[in-house]
């Protein structure tokens, strides 16, 4: 099999200019992915690239992050800005109409730039979706509940050192995050793309504490208005519950869901070539 044709480029947005990558040759409706984090660059998500057999797949990193210039502004890191920054991207590229994949935060931008330009969608997969902070909060502190009890003893405890704090997250994350034991080099060449002005702007210090400017997003009241097809996926360890997307899903007029039975956070990573199979026949059937 040959390898897909891939070209890099750059395209200027409010802020600063943001890098992409085509994989593949354009069939039309191509797969734009939309990383997670705020500020978890597309080189976590390399394994889509073997969509790129099927047809074109956009990769790239939102600004702030990876690839992408690094302003050190906070007042960019708001939710329209970044949908804004996708619009001028898809412009930039002649795209009229896409399919949408979006990781945790990037399911978040997939919502909401529906909403604002519902014509440019064709369908959605939104992977370990993250459609409202305080359902989020509510998971994860369920989940902190399951830890060893010296674990949520320092959840509970206002004063807690940073190196309890470290501990707590370092075993959060090996559970509901990556269960893998070896890191791929895709995770890690996102971490040290990591924008982490963005993430602690938008988000909070860690992943179960939102405060930053998407500690009050909810568009579970909005699902209802969507009417492309979409294929909701989770992992059983996920902290984008299973039991979450299970209700994001009922609420869509036209979705899917499954559930990936050996993976947290990244089903790409954890259960890589299910996860191809999976979204190749969603994507052949819209």
Same mark, same amino acid.
């Given at each position: ?8 480029? !750059?395209?200027? =947005?409010?802020?600063?200019? +943001?890098? &992409? ?9 191509? =797969? ?10 597309? #080189? ?37 800005? &970044?949908?804004?920054?996708?619009? !001028? ?27 604002? @330009?519902?014509?440019?969608? !064709? ?11 305080? *359902? ?5 502190? *369920? ?10 003893? +320092? ?9 309890? +704090? ?9 559970? @509901? ?11 890690? *060449? ?8 963005? &993430? ?27 009417? =492309? ?6 992992? !059983? &360890? ?16 036209? #979705? ?7 993976? #947290? @956070?990244? #089903? ?19």
């Amino acid at each position: 099999m040959s390898t897909p044709v891939a070209e890099d480029g !750059r395209v200027q =947005v409010e802020g600063g200019s +943001i890098w &992409y990558r085509l994989v593949g040759e354009n069939d039309g409706h191509p =797969v734009v992915t939309l990383h997670g984090g705020p500020g978890y660059p597309s #080189a976590s998500l390399q394994p889509l690239e073997a969509l790129a057999s099927d047809g074109q797949v956009v990769f790239y990193d939102q600004l702030g992050c990876g690839n992408s210039d690094r302003p050190d502004d906070p007042s960019l890191w708001t939710v329209k800005r &970044y949908v804004d920054e996708l619009e !001028r991207l898809l412009r930039h590229l002649d795209l009229a109409e896409v399919h949408l994949l979006g990781h945790s935060w990037g399911t978040m931008l997939a919502v909401d730039f529906y909403m604002a @330009h519902p014509q440019s969608v !064709r369908s959605m997969v939104l992977v370990s979706p993250a459609l409202s902070a305080s *359902r989020w909060k509510q998971d994860c502190e *369920r989940l902190i509940s399951q830890l060893p009890p010296d674990l949520r003893a +320092i959840h509970a405890d206002p004063d807690a050192s940073k190196d309890d +704090i470290d501990r707590l997250k370092s075993e959060f994350m090996s559970r @509901h995050f990556l269960r893998l034991k070896h890191e791929p080099e895709s995770h890690k *060449r996102a971490m040290e793309g990591f924008g982490e002005q963005v &993430y602690l702007t938008m988000w909070g210090p860690n992943e179960f504490t939102p405060t930053g400017v998407l500690e009050d997003y909810e568009r579970v009241d909005d699902l209802s208005d969507i009417e =492309v097809p979409v294929l909701l996926l989770c992992g !059983r &360890y996920d902290e984008a519950t299973p039991e979450s997307t299970h209700l994001y899903t009922s609420l869509l007029p036209n #979705a899917e869901m499954k559930v990936f039975e050996n993976s #947290a @956070h990244n #089903a790409f990573l954890e259960d890589a070539d299910e996860f191809i199979t999976t979204v190749r026949r969603f994507l052949a059937s819209t």
